[in-house]
Structure formats: structure tokens, C-alpha cells
């Protein structure tokens, strides 16, 4: 394994998961599992796997594999009902899991009760559904006049298109994690859609961004307004963009931000089968599959586990251990600062301990190379284990901390671990970096393509 330089500890889920796996066929007795989970609209997610007989000397191992596979294909793929061919001493202790500690509860909460509905449900199955998937178009209609918006944790970004060319764009900074009126949101979004009617002769259509979970244009789970009081986000937050859409007198089309960042990769890039991962305040993902449509998946990979250290750095808002956005985000970099010896406690915001970190890159300081170093060999080892749930073959890979020389930095580390560790995989995958006309334009154009006018 190649080390992180600046984490020691780190155990990549893709070697965990091969070394357990392969512990299990190695025993000559390897228990057949099988795990489906099912959405709400008859979608169904299927995976399988390998256990430890119950007589192996590791056998207690058998349930971390199980929890943490179950975390991962929740948060990826999506799903309230959850089937579990396995023996039912560990479905039962996985029952537990979810009804009884604070990060099962979390994701039940957020995922289940939330997105879909009710509570997840655990179910020990003799035999599990099979899989039903499905997937749908996603924008790419360039014609007429259009507003393109996405909402990010630190800043907001809009555009007015006409017929796929821009003609104005704009970023505001802007703080929404914190706030606790939903107003200050409302408000923030309408002032940059005006800003952008106001330079075009007329607007046929609106479609947006933004992080978190949307269903028919519902906030269902958004960390965008993580501080707004349970009661309000009910109230007011869940139905905000049919507000918006009242006060522009248009409708308005709006998906997860990852899948906006695929769709303008693919459409950029002319190709489909697209993970798109863009490490900004949070981490967020996108999927184009082979068709050039996005599915019904989750894809919210700041939540998915990467990282099987016992001792791994814990989630500010679900708690759990070894999870994406510790590793691929601005988060990722604040938490390496210490290790790495630079001392930015003076500074309170993550953009700008980013910016400091970035100056000091690009005047060759060693301690903020190891820093990007250290999120690349991350990147190498988790690659891998994405490509174990998804079908890819193009990695679009951008957000602010992929900006400038330690950008470059993570992308080769990555490329080193993948041709070192895992040369088949490095053979199939390709890397894509926006320039930074696609950067900036990029998004707003696939967001404004959301609407058809037909």
C-alpha cells in the first residue's frame, strides 16, 4: 500500500473490502450474502457479497463488513427497504444498529423518514428481490432564453443563457449553513435570478443546483439548510422553490448539484458514463450512465464510508467515522492543516483557510504538498472502490480545492496509486479537468438545460 503522508492510519474501504472478501473465500465454508434495497417507485438495488463462516477465528468481523457495505449502498444508491440474505444473528444485530445507535438513526432519519418517507427496514430474506433499475433523460436543451443556478455552501452562482451561449454570469458569497430564517435563502436566491432576467430580453426558463436530496423540485434532505429549525424546514424550506418559482412567474426545474456537475461534464465531453466528484465545502457527485441518463441514485457520496480506521475522523453532522466528505472536501484540507504543521486557527472559515493553503502551494511549501499528497493517495484507493458500484470510464474531477498546482498534485498522486495498486482499473479510467471557462460557465449551462420548453 502506499501511504498517506499525512495519515498514517488511513485503511482504504477498497482493501478492507478485498482482504475480507478474499479471508472469506480463503476459509473453504464462505457464506453467500446478498443485500437489494428498494425505492419507493419499484426501484430496486441489488449487490452481493462474501461472509466469514461463524466458526472463523474472525468471524465478529463479519458485521463491521455488513454495516458499513449497507451505509455505503444506502447513500449511494438509495432505498428504505433493505433485504438481507445472510445469517439472521447479523441481520438482527444490523436491525439493531439502525433502530438504536445515533448514526444508524441518522441515516434512517435522513434517508428513510426524509427522502422516503418512513424509517429504514431492515429485512432478513431467505431469497432478495432482483434488481429493477431505471433511469431518465437529464436536460441538454439549449434553445431559447434561460437562468442557470447553482447553491453552494459558500457561494452562489447564476447565469443568463441564450440558445447555450452565456451572457452573464455572477458568484456571491454567501453563508447559508448557518442561518436559521430560511428568508436569508429565499431572499439570496431571488437577488442573483433577477441580476441574471436583468440581462436577458425575456426568460423561457429556469433550472437550478444545489446540494442535498430534490424530488419534484421538494427539499427533502440539504445541508444548504441544516440550520433552519426542524418546524420551519417543514413549514417553509421544503416547498421554497415552488416560491421562487411564484415570484419569478416561471417554473423552475432543480436537481442534486452532482448531477448537474456529470451532466456538464458529459455534455462537455461529448461522453457518457461519467462520475463527476467536486470537492467543495462538501463532496459532491454526479452519475451519467453508459445511456447518457442519470438514475434514480442517491449519489451522495459525502456520506458513504472510505476510510475503515477504527480511529478515522468523524463527520460533523452524522457522526460517523471514515466518511467521504472528510477526505474529498474543504473539510478535508482544514483537518489535514495539523498534521501537516501549518497553523491557520486564526482563520474561521474553511474557503479561506483553502486560500491560505493555496499560497503556500504555489510557493512550493513542502507542508501543503503533503497535504494534497495526502488527498490524492486517498483518491487512488477510493476510485477503486466507487468503480465496485458503479460503471465509469470518465472521472470529471473539479471544486475549489482542485484548483491550481495542488489540484494537479492530487490528480497524479491518484494516478500513481491507481497504475501502482490497481493497473487494470487505471487502463479503463480517464481523467477530465474543466478549463476554467467550463468551470465557470460549465455548470450554469447544464443547469439552464434542465427545462424543456416543449
Known sequence: MIPAPLDSQFQPAA??????EQKAQQSGQPVDCRIALEQTNGTTFAYSTLLLPVNHPDAESNFRHLERLVKFLLWAYGGYKVYVKAPKELVDQLIRYFEFTPTGQFDSNLIGQKVYGQQIEILHAEECPEA????????????????????????RKVAAVIDGQVLYSEETVWDPYHKTDPQYHLDG??????????????VDAI??????????????????????????????????????????????????DGEVTALAGSMSLKKNSVLGIS??????????????????????????????????PADEWSGDLGCGVQYFSQQAVARLLEPAGIDLNHIPDLPSKLKEVQILMEAEDSRARKIYETIGVYLGYTLPHLADFYDFENILFLGRVTSGTGGEIIQTTAQKVLDSEFPDLAETLTFHVPDEKEKRHGQAIAAASLPSLD
Not at 482493501?15 to 475480507?20: A, I, V
Not at 429493477?132 to 447553491?151: E, K
Not at 470537492?279 to 459525502?302: C, F, H, K, R, W
Request: include cysteine.
Open 207 to 256: 433550472g437550478g443546483s444545489a446540494a442535498g436530496i430534490y424530488v419534484n423540485n421538494q427539499v427533502k434532505v440539504a445541508s444548504l439548510f441544516r440550520g433552519i429549525p426542524e418546524s420551519l424546514f417543514n413549514t417553509t424550506v421544503r416547498h421554497i422553490f415552488r416560491d421562487v418559482s411564484r415570484e419569478m412567474n416561471l417554473p423552475i426545474t432543480l436537481v442534486n
Open 279 to 312: 470537492m467543495g465545502t462538501s463532496l459532491a457527485a454526479g452519475y451519467v450512465n453508459q445511456d447518457g441518463n442519470i438514475t434514480t441514485q442517491l449519489n451522495e457520496l459525502a456520506f458513504v464510508p472510505v476510510d475503515y480506521n477504527p480511529d478515522a
Open 132 to 155: 429493477h433499475l431505471t433511469s431518465q433523460p437529464l436536460g441538454r436543451h439549449l434553445d431559447g432564453c434561460r437562468i442557470g443556478f447553482d447553491l453552494g455552501g459558500s457561494d
Open 15 to 20: 482493501l478492507w473490502r478485498k482482504n475480507f
Open 189 to 202: 436566491i431571488l437577488d442573483s435570478l433577477q441580476k441574471a432576467a436583468d440581462h436577458l430580453p425575456q
